[in-house]
């Protein structure tokens, strides 16, 4: 029961977590793990552990990767102008500030036909922070996310490539 006067957090994680894969090429995926709806008050914030995995679907063991990860704010469906919350990266200390953009590297390498975790190079930036603004508004519209910098190297030993002759 409530004292008078407390507020009471109004979040509500709509639906079961959901993989979104946000990178896919040549059996190289990324995907980041995260709520699928979000329902919650204006001017409240919902932190949440993200996360995000690198499947290899290749003949090859990746034994490095990184990766940017920008999270972009959410708007309304309608306007398309009107922000509802701004979205960002979240680091463990009630201090740190949500950083929109994070590197991310593998743990460890992973083999042929395997998937393997990632962790962000800012140590403890791994939670995904959502905060609402004081605008009214029933968007549903999903934010956005982009790579760049993706490094993928993959172990020599593993297979032989082609003959390149050079004239």
Do not use: R
Request: proline share 5%; hydrophobic share 35%; with cysteine.
């Amino acid at each position: 029961m409530t004292k008078l006067g407390e507020k009471i957090s109004h979040l509500v994680q709509v639906d079961p977590d959901k993989v979104f894969t946000i990178f896919e090429q040549n059996g190289i995926s990324i995907e980041l793990t995260l709520p699928s709806a979000l329902s919650f008050g204006k001017g409240e914030s919902f932190p949440y552990a993200a996360k995000l995995a690198l499947k290899n679907a290749t003949q090859f063991t990746v034994t490095s990767a990184e990766f940017k990860v920008t999270l972009n704010s959410v708007y309304d469906k309608d306007s398309k102008t009107l922000l509802l919350a701004n979205v960002g990266w979240k680091g463990p200390g009630a201090l740190d500030q949500a950083q929109q953009e994070m590197s991310f590297t593998i743990d460890a390498a992973v083999l042929a036909n395997t998937s393997g975790p990632c962790s962000p190079k800012t140590p403890g930036f791994s939670n995904v922070q959502w905060i609402a603004t004081m605008n009214n508004g029933t968007g549903t519209e999903n934010f956005t996310t982009s790579l760049t910098s993706v490094q993928l190297t993959s172990d020599s030993e593993t297979k032989t490539g082609p003959i390149v002759a050079v004239n």
